[in-house]
Each structure stands twice: as C-alpha cells, then as structure tokens.
C-alpha cells in the first residue's frame, strides 16, 4: 500500500517557479515508480514527468524538459517536482501517482494523490 499527498501549488505569474511535493508513505513505496501528471480544465490527464525511487531515473515529458526536474529525498519520504519558467500552459491540477511498472500512461499507476492547483497568470 502507498499512500501519497501533493502540496506545494499555489498561483503564480508567467516566468515565475514553484516547487511540489509528493509525501509518500508506505511499506513497499520503495519499488514503485513515481509519476507527476497534470490535468487543466477540459483536457485530458497528461504525464509530466517520472522517477524511479530506487536509482532516480528520470523521465520527462516534451513539454517541461529543460524547465521541470523531478527528484526525491530519500530521508523524507518525498518526491519534488521543481517547475520553472512557468507559463499560462502549465495551469492544471497536478497529481502524483505509484506504479511497478509506471510508464506515460495513466493506467500503469495504481496509486494516487488529490492533486495540488497550480495556477500561471499573465
């Protein structure tokens, strides 16, 4: 079982950064991959970005390589998601997820996070 909870959204102008936090907890969290998604209104959900809390691979979606970086502290049981350069495409709850076999589709995680708003204004 993997329990997981989002914070760190919030508003913030075009240009700006935030970072997100993923807080897992668990017995067995250790041999999952994580995955960030986001979802904006009217759209479908769409992979950002994952890591694998064992070796810390990293993979990123087209649309945030070069401006977001995944990464995990391994002492706090929580995974980062550092967003910079931000932009009025990046508006959308984001939600972090578990998976054994986690890849870019939603449907290979089987747990998940509320989500956490994060809102880019011009």
């Known amino acids: 079982q993997v329990q997981l909870v989002e914070s760190g959204g919030g508003l913030v102008q075009a240009g700006g950064s935030l970072r997100l936090s993923c807080a897992a907890s668990g017995r067995t969290f250790s041999n999952y991959v994580i995955g960030w998604f986001r979802q904006a209104l009217g759209k479908e959900r769409e992979f950002v970005a994952r890591i694998t809390w064992n070796l810390g691979a990293t993979y990123y979606a087209d649309s945030v390589k070069g401006r977001f970086t995944v990464s995990r502290e391994n002492a706090k049981n929580t995974v980062y998601l550092q967003m910079n350069s931000l932009n009025a495409e990046d508006t959308a709850v984001y939600y972090c997820?578990?998976?054994?076999?986690?890849?870019?589709?939603?449907?290979?995680?089987?747990?998940w996070g509320r989500g956490t708003q994060v809102t880019v204004s011009s």
């Open positions: 997820a578990a998976g054994v076999f986690g890849l870019k589709n939603p449907e290979t995680y089987t747990f």
